[in-house]
């Protein structure tokens, strides 16, 4: 079945250094979705990716969809303490009429004051 | 944006008794919902994918039989944890695609544990 790996699996940084994820899927995507999870919290959708090689921003996250569509990335500049959380990628794949979401294992972001 | 209402937010019970979780859309029709489980600092795992009016799909491993899944609605589905074990304790949450399936809504989850 399809799979979608994550690295690195934690990431510590001080406040104001950049930080990034990075996601790989056995198979080609039609998209890649990000999302953030709090600790304690629920995964809140951040973004998705449909084209090849597509760049998008949100202030200081920038996302990113490779020309195979098998690999992304998320960097975040100048990292903040409202940045600590987990980050998922996660691609679907049709199963029993929908689209579901494989999700790689996650980031977890910590930022040192 | 689109809200899923989901509670409780955390219940804990003695083992051998059943739970239901309810996950509602509020502002939405919900005709598919996914049920994920998630282990301490570990992804989300896909349980099983039910749509209104019609039978869930479990993902392998995943007892039907011990994880009922009910989507009677366009706006609400269930799902209940039958003779629940302290293996069974995990965080459960619900989730919907958004209009024109550009991203998945979840609910706030639920904290189970069993005693």
């Known amino acids: 079945g399809q799979q979608v790996m994550q690295i690195p699996q934690y990431q510590h940084v001080q406040e104001g250094e950049d930080f990034t994820t990075y996601c790989n899927s056995s198979?080609?995507?039609?998209?890649i979705q990000w999302y953030k999870q709090r600790p304690g919290g629920h995964p809140v959708f951040l973004i998705q990716?449909?084209?090849?090689?597509e760049v998008k921003k949100q202030k200081r996250l920038t996302f990113q969809f490779g020309e195979a569509k098998k690999n992304s990335s998320l960097h975040i500049t100048a990292t903040q303490t409202t940045d600590v959380g987990t980050y998922f990628c996660?691609?679907?794949?049709?199963?029993?009429?929908?689209?579901?979401?494989?999700f790689g294992k996650g980031t977890k972001l910590s930022v040192i004051p | 944006g689109a809200v899923v209402s989901q509670h409780p937010s955390w219940v804990i019970c003695k083992s051998g008794t059943s739970v239901k979780i309810e996950c509602r859309s509020l502002?939405?029709?919900?005709?598919?919902m996914f049920w994920y489980r998630q282990f301490p600092k570990q992804s989300l795992m896909l349980m099983a994918t039910?749509?209104?009016?019609?039978?869930?799909?479990?993902e392998q491993g995943v007892e039907k039989d011990k994880f009922l899944i009910n989507h009677a609605s366009l706006t609400l589905s269930t799902l209940t944890v039958t003779s629940a074990h302290p293996e069974d304790s995990s965080f459960y949450i619900c989730?919907?695609?958004?209009?024109?399936?550009?991203?998945?809504?979840f609910g706030s989850g639920t904290r189970l544990t069993v005693v």
């Open positions: 989730s919907a695609p958004e209009t024109g399936w550009v991203g998945y809504t």
């Open positions: 198979t080609t995507l039609s998209n």
């Open positions: 990716l449909v084209k090849s090689g």
């Open positions: 996660a691609g679907p794949y049709s199963g029993a009429g929908s689209y579901q979401l494989t």
């Open positions: 502002d939405f029709q919900a005709t598919t």
């Open positions: 039910s749509n209104e009016g019609s039978k869930a799909t479990y």
